[in-house]
């Protein structure tokens, strides 16, 4: 079967912005259906997938996937009428008559929720596709399924902690012989993820969207002082729930549709909200701090009840907490497990993935096997490279290389300089993070070189840590890990050994950690081949990777976005496969 | 009015064991918190929000006297005078509806006045707590609940939900389900 999974719920935000007027932009973010994406599974397996706001430019848009689909349709050579199904990460239909109880709830059902509602969003693009051959998954079944058939494990504990899907905010499923059994779901009311992003929120950042950044300001502070609010506020329940009362606090239709009292129990409790352009002071670190500490604990107690329950030594994770590097990381210590896998999409956009991996199961079609390394997105050709490259010829200089070692070792002798380099190649990745395809890459022991890359480059927090990629074979001289530790998706924090912290000062946090990625050359060819030319020259083949965006911009996908994003900032040279673009001032250049 | 002796128990219980998290040495509720030198204005203001937090009620500062938390029993008996409604608790031989009015206040930080109380009209259950209340039955019981094969109006009371747990607890060919 041709099945297309699709992410998102386009008119979620417009309901809420019409129903709730005067909300900050960031408010309108508590609400569901954000990062719209469509993945293509044929035959069982995903040929192609992508984030919708790749092609929107609209970060984390939730607008049903048009761009995607087209995608994904032309990366196949497949028009409409070969698909069998469309699958979409959400199945609210058991919830029709609780939304029938108020008004907004009954118009936010038909209008955002309902099947009517999907169903008239792909005739809006594909008059005759039938009705029938429209399917709705589960939300966490969805993110399930991204993991647990992606896994290459026909036997594991599968883990799913978001915010909230439908009505929960976890769920514990085991993968058995191809199939998901549920175990035990937590109410929404109680969710650890929710939790999070209302302190994210509190602390002046978006919620659902900068959690991130909250585990990257958490090194900074120290858990103790706020410890007791969180252990107070989150009970970690013998059967392996959770409960958090202060989420319940909220009483009319109106306070839970935005965790007023909530809110106003944490002003009053943990500390006062900060602005979005407030100072970020001693006591939000310590605040971020004591959050993470108990995130992860929670992330701790569940998974190791429930493999404890099920005799299980295996996880798999997804779910938009499964993106929580410090907590995986704590995981991948504990000891709880033999081995860990993170789908790499584990937000929202990976249940496009899910929902479509999920129908193909039922037709018995899946082969379960390692997800590989997610370049699933587009890539482009030589003559969409030159055409994007004359766009701009008044402003780039090009010089073009005829191999991949020429063009790697170019690269690593701008890099040895110290310059900060745009790596553009290959198909685009799916997931949040950029592998090596649409990165921008840079000395990891340059001291400077993390100032410089939030102040010139990305234009964002100066707390904010970068990320290593290293090539495998030396990932356990750099970090505290066995030899050949696999984290090709960049979703782990591993401790930097302590006598390279001193000299790996652009990826080694506060804490002495690294949110580590491993280059494989089976996997990841052409960047492994990159490291390996920076390691020839430096004895060191490891670079900061981080992914080749401005903040609050998505990752760069046409070559016409990569360069416009590279003049627009202080990245000094682009390469474009094995085409060197730099600017043109008077005849110099990098 | 007061509550049952029950629910007064497990209540001094629940407190006790949340001040015993600040210090294990507490041994009995009419211990003198004070004089066992845990509570300093420090620690005082740490229990009160452990308080409001874990049992989802309102303690001003200000209103606060020092007196009132100086034993696990005060504590609880403040805890009771701060929850709004006082509750006419279901009939103790009704093992299953208290559980039902225990599950509201443990996850839903709601006290159900009585068993009879129109839990849609007086906003304690709307689209968005119903549908986590089902979850919280569904862990609870060990049922499966559709709410596509079931009345939305069966869930209007306590007293209706204990109603529908029992059938649902049913064994399914004594009813004629598949």
């Not at chain 1, 693009?125 to 079944?141: L, N, S």
């Not at chain 1, 599968?158 to 929960?168: F, S, T």
């Not at chain 1, 500390?271 to 939000?284: D, F, L, Q, S, V």
């Not at chain 1, 479509?356 to 490279?385: C, M, Q, W």
Request: charged share 25%; net charge negative.
């Amino acid at each position: 079967m041709n099945i297309i999974g699709v992410s998102g719920l386009e008119f979620a935000v417009p309901f809420k912005k019409a129903h709730w007027p005067g909300l900050e932009e960031r408010e309108y973010r508590i609400s569901q259906g954000h990062d719209s994406a469509a993945a293509l599974v044929i035959g069982g397996q995903c040929v192609a997938a992508a984030a919708e706001e790749r092609f929107t430019r609209q970060k984390h848009t939730g607008a049903f996937p048009r761009g995607a689909i087209g995608y994904c349709l032309a990366a196949a050579s497949l028009k409409v009428s070969d698909i069998d199904e469309i699958a979409h990460g959400f199945d609210y239909s058991g919830y029709r008559k609780a939304y029938a109880l108020d008004a907004t709830s009954a118009e936010l059902y038909e209008r955002v929720f309902s099947r009517d509602a999907l169903v008239g969003l792909v005739h809006g693009e594909w008059p005759q596709f039938p009705a029938e051959r429209i399917h709705q998954v589960d939300h966490h079944m969805a993110h399930a399924a991204s993991a647990y058939y992606t896994s290459g494990w026909d036997e594991c504990l599968v883990v799913v902690v978001d915010a909230m899907g439908e009505a929960h905010g976890a769920s514990i499923y085991t993968g058995r012989g191809g199939r998901l059994h549920p175990v035990r779901r937590i109410a929404a009311n109680h969710s650890i993820g929710i939790l999070y992003s209302l302190v994210t929120l509190h602390l002046g950042f978006d919620f659902n969207s900068d959690e991130y950044k909250i585990m990257g300001l958490a090194p900074y502070g120290n858990a103790a002082r706020f410890r007791p609010f969180f252990e107070q506020a989150v009970e970690l329940c013998a059967d392996g729930a959770v409960r958090i009362p202060l989420l319940s606090l909220n009483r009319t239709r109106e306070e839970r549709e935005n965790y007023l009292q909530s809110r106003r129990f944490l002003s009053e409790h943990l500390c006062a909200a900060r602005r979005p352009e407030g100072e970020i002071t001693e006591e939000h670190c310590d605040v971020a701090a004591a959050l993470q500490e108990c995130l992860d604990k929670t992330v701790l107690h569940v998974c190791g009840h429930f493999a404890v329950q099920t005799g299980l030594r295996r996880l798999a994770m997804a779910g938009g907490v499964a993106l929580n590097c410090t907590a995986n990381g704590k995981l991948m210590r504990s000891g709880l497990f033999d081995a860990i896998y993170i789908q790499p999409a584990a937000g929202d956009d990976g249940t496009a993935l899910g929902a479509a991996l999920h129908r193909a199961a039922r037709a018995g079609e899946i082969r379960n096997s390692r997800f590989p390394v997610p370049f699933l997105g587009p890539g482009y050709d030589g003559v969409e490279i030159d055409a994007a490259l004359s766009e701009f010829q008044d402003r780039v200089a090009v010089v073009r290389f005829s191999n991949l070692a020429e063009t790697c070792a170019a690269a690593a002798e701008l890099i040895g300089r110290g310059k900060v380099v745009a790596w553009y190649r290959g198909r685009m990745e799916y997931g949040p993070r950029a592998l090596g395809h649409r990165s921008i890459v840079a000395d990891p022991a340059d001291p400077g070189m993390r100032d410089r890359l939030n102040a010139m480059v990305k234009m964002r927090e100066a707390f904010r840590p970068f990320a290593p990629a290293v090539a495998i074979g030396e990932v356990d001289r750099w970090f505290d890990v066995p030899a050949g530790t696999e984290l090709p998706y960049m979703v782990v924090n591993v401790e930097v050994r302590e006598q390279y912290r001193p000299v790996l000062p652009a990826i080694t946090h506060v804490n002495g950690t690294a949110r580590v990625q491993t280059v494989d050359p089976r996997e990841n060819r052409e960047f492994h081949e990159l490291l390996c030319a920076v390691g020839k020259l430096s004895d060191r083949a490891m670079v900061v990777n981080t992914s080749f965006n401005v903040k609050g911009q998505p990752i760069v996908n046409t070559p016409r976005e990569a360069i416009e994003t590279y003049l627009n900032t202080g990245i000094d040279a682009l390469f474009l496969e094995d085409v060197l673009v730099e600017r043109r001032t008077n005849g110099r250049s990098v | 009015m007061q509550l049952s002796p029950t629910l007064t128990d497990s209540l001094v219980d629940e407190v006790h064991a949340l001040v015993r998290s600040f210090s294990p040495n507490v041994e009995s509720a009419h211990s003198d918190l004070l004089e066992a030198g845990i509570l300093d204005s420090a620690s005082l203001v740490r229990l009160l929000f452990a308080v409001e937090a874990r049992f989802a009620v309102a303690i001003p500062m200000e209103e606060v006297e020092i007196d009132s938390f100086r034993t696990v029993a005060e504590i609880a008996d403040l805890v009771r005078e701060r929850r709004s409604a006082r509750p006419a608790r279901p009939p103790k031989e009704d093992a299953l509806l208290g559980e039902i009015h225990d599950l509201f206040l443990s996850s839903l930080s709601v006290e159900v006045p009585s068993p009879h109380e129109d839990l849609f009209k007086t906003g304690i259950l709307d689209s968005m707590t119903l549908v986590q209340l089902i979850i919280l039955l569904e862990n609870q019981f060990g049922l499966s609940l559709s709410l596509e094969d079931l009345d939305v109006a069966a869930f209007a009371t306590t007293e209706g939900i204990a109603r529908l747990v029992r059938q649902l607890r049913t064994p399914a060919e004594a009813i004629g389900r598949p």
